[in-house]
């Protein structure tokens, strides 16, 4: 059975930082891109970033780039999002995603098999 678990969400004031984790099981995630997805109420969910299996590319949306940072460590099947300077925009429940074995466009969420059910960030003005 794959699981994907986020953590690291809460409360935090504008211009600080959070650290996101998604840890999976289940799978050998290693040989699978992961992404980082976010959905705010009453919107559309939307690509925040993504990261290649070895993880030596990764891919941001406009709003997050220079701010928010994907990596992973494949000996602990986990991957993570650091997020800096946050804004009260980037309120939403936070989902990692993997790779569907076919590929596609990281951007996509069609892209993507296994979902985690997510992580709530909310930021203060």
């Known amino acids: 059975q794959v699981q994907l678990v986020e953590s690291g969400g809460g409360l935090v004031q504008a211009g600080g930082s959070l650290r996101l984790s998604c840890a999976g099981s289940?799978?050998?995630?290693?040989?699978?891109?992961m992404g980082w997805f976010r959905q705010a109420p009453g919107k559309e969910r939307e690509f925040v970033a993504a990261?290649?299996?070895?993880?030596?590319?990764?891919y941001y949306a406009d709003s997050v780039k220079g701010r928010f940072t994907i990596s992973r460590d494949n000996a602990k099947n986990t991957v993570y999002l650091q997020m800096n300077s946050l804004k009260p925009e980037d309120t939403a429940v936070y989902y990692c995603?993997?790779?569907?074995?076919?590929?596609?466009?990281?951007?996509?969420?069609?892209?993507?098999?296994?979902w985690g059910q997510g992580t709530q960030v909310t930021v203060s003005s």
């Open positions: 995603a993997s790779e569907r074995p076919w590929g596609g466009s990281y951007y996509s969420s069609n892209t993507y098999d296994y």
């Open positions: 289940g799978r050998i995630f290693s040989i699978y891109g």
């Open positions: 990261i290649t299996r070895s993880g030596g590319r990764s």
